[in-house]
């Protein structure tokens, strides 16, 4: 059985002038005019011309520059890259497609090239609008760089992302509060919210064994990510997945391709690839395969993803996904009967009841929705979902 075409693009670039002491991503800090970044980028721009002699670029509706720090490269590097995009598939307007940009690299003629070039929107790795905890953080800008970099971007974008981060030591209610209210006042569109997690074997990591460092208060995390929601909310904004909140037409399409089962191309050292039909989903790492899903663990991933987003799933695809990994076959309604997807670990609509109990989803206008409480203890609502279909 052939695969659904290609939604997404993904490019990966690995490179930053320095790594964070919070990063595990397969990044590495490489002199800007090493000969090694522009060995991947030719191989790279290799990768999107085969890519498209596949036919594997011809339905891409979004495309994505991340990394590692995109915009540390270089503009003549971009250019290679964005061209052989736009020679490679249709990089119209309609396309969105994102860079990824740290303050102390973004250019006020980087921005005007890479608009001309099809990029039409930016998002940049701010992380706070405070000098101490970038500090912390090991960040490379400072937050006048930061605010200079979104004023910058505005120059051509009017789509532009600023990410934060919360729960980082050091970091008090008010300098995360008053970080997100500078990316509201600087007139950004979009704002995505990430509590710091400490990945292993990190600095972070190391220097918390060591007692050098407190670990992130999980409640510190909880009430931080609470109060950005209300400033965010009460500036108008909307919080349509977990970690994101953007003004009416500025959600990331990119991102809600991948929480809504989109099957996506990765380009680029460890950048993953999605591919699927309707009997199997696999995604596949450096040439490995890393996930094999059959049918019934595809629905039961698509629950969970979707539960990411703030539409949550619809009655018609939670009565689709029961009649898939129950193996039953019923009518849609807004209610469906938990007789009828009895299985021996439990039924679909089982679980949402349960989750439902503890407070984590709710149903309303034919639609199962995370609560506030669902977000917060996403490990709970993702693991029920997933663990009906292990």
């Known amino acids: 059985m052939a695969y659904d075409p290609y939604k997404a693009l993904y490019l990966h670039i690995p490179f930053c002038v320095r790594r964070c002491g919070y990063c595990d991503f397969a990044t590495s800090a490489v002199e800007r005019d090493s000969p090694i970044i522009d060995e991947y980028v030719e191989s790279l721009v290799m990768d999107i011309r085969r890519?498209?002699?596949?036919?594997?670029?011809?339905?891409?509706?979004?495309?994505?520059?991340?990394?590692?720090?995109?915009?540390?490269?270089?503009?003549?590097?971009?250019?290679?890259?964005?061209?052989?995009?736009?020679?490679?598939?249709?990089?119209?307007?309609?396309?969105?497609?994102?860079?990824?940009?740290?303050p102390e690299s973004l250019t006020a003629p980087m921005v005007r090239d890479i608009w001309a070039l099809g990029v039409n929107r930016l998002s940049l790795g701010v992380q706070s609008f405070d000098d101490e905890v970038l500090r912390i953080l090991g960040r490379a800008h400072d937050a006048e760089a930061a605010r200079a970099a979104v004023r910058a971007a505005q120059e051509r974008f009017e789509n532009v992302s600023v990410d934060l981060m919360c729960g980082i030591p050091g970091q008090s209610e008010e300098s995360f509060a008053e970080s997100v209210r500078e990316a509201v006042a600087l007139g950004a569109n979009h704002v995505s919210v990430y509590p710091l997690t400490i990945e292993p074997h990190t600095p972070f990591d190391a220097a918390i064994m060591r007692g050098e460092m407190l670990e992130p208060d999980e409640d510190a995390e909880a009430a931080a990510m609470e109060e950005a929601q209300r400033i965010l909310e009460d500036a108008g904004f909307?919080?349509?997945?977990?970690?994101?909140?953007?003004?009416?037409?500025?959600?990331?399409?990119?991102?809600?391709?991948?929480?809504?089962g989109k099957p996506y191309l990765g380009l680029g050292r460890s950048a993953v690839t999605m591919t699927q039909n309707a009997e199997r989903r696999m995604r596949v790492q450096d040439g490995q395969v890393v996930d094999d899903l059959d049918?019934?663990?595809?629905?039961?991933?698509?629950?969970?993803?979707?539960?990411?987003?703030?539409?949550?799933?619809?009655?018609?695809?939670?009565?689709?996904?029961?009649?898939?990994?129950?193996?039953?076959?019923?009518?849609?309604?807004?209610?469906?009967?938990?007789?009828?997807?009895?299985?021996?670990?439990?039924?679909?609509?089982?679980?949402?009841?349960?989750?439902?109990?503890?407070?984590?989803?709710?149903?309303?206008?034919?639609?199962?929705?995370p609560t506030d409480a669902g977000w917060l203890c996403g490990n709970e609502l993702y693991g029920r979902l997933l663990d009906l279909a292990p």
């Open 51 to 102: 890519a498209s002699r596949e036919g594997k670029l011809g339905a891409i509706e979004t495309v994505y520059l991340g990394g590692g720090t995109p915009s540390y490269i270089g503009m003549r590097r971009l250019s290679m890259l964005l061209y052989a995009l736009s020679m490679s598939m249709h990089l119209e307007p309609e396309v969105e497609c994102t860079m990824e940009a740290n």
């Open 238 to 260: 909307h919080r349509y997945e977990v970690a994101s909140y953007a003004r009416p037409g500025f959600e990331s399409r990119h991102n809600t391709a991948y929480w809504t």
């Open 295 to 369: 049918a019934r663990q595809m629905a039961a991933e698509d629950l969970m993803l979707g539960m990411r987003m703030a539409r949550g799933v619809s009655d018609e695809r939670v009565a689709r996904a029961a009649a898939v990994i129950d193996g039953t076959e019923t009518g849609g309604g807004t209610r469906l009967a938990a007789a009828a997807f009895e299985t021996e670990g439990g039924s679909v609509l089982v679980a949402f009841d349960e989750l439902a109990d503890l407070g984590l989803v709710e149903h309303a206008d034919g639609r199962w929705r």
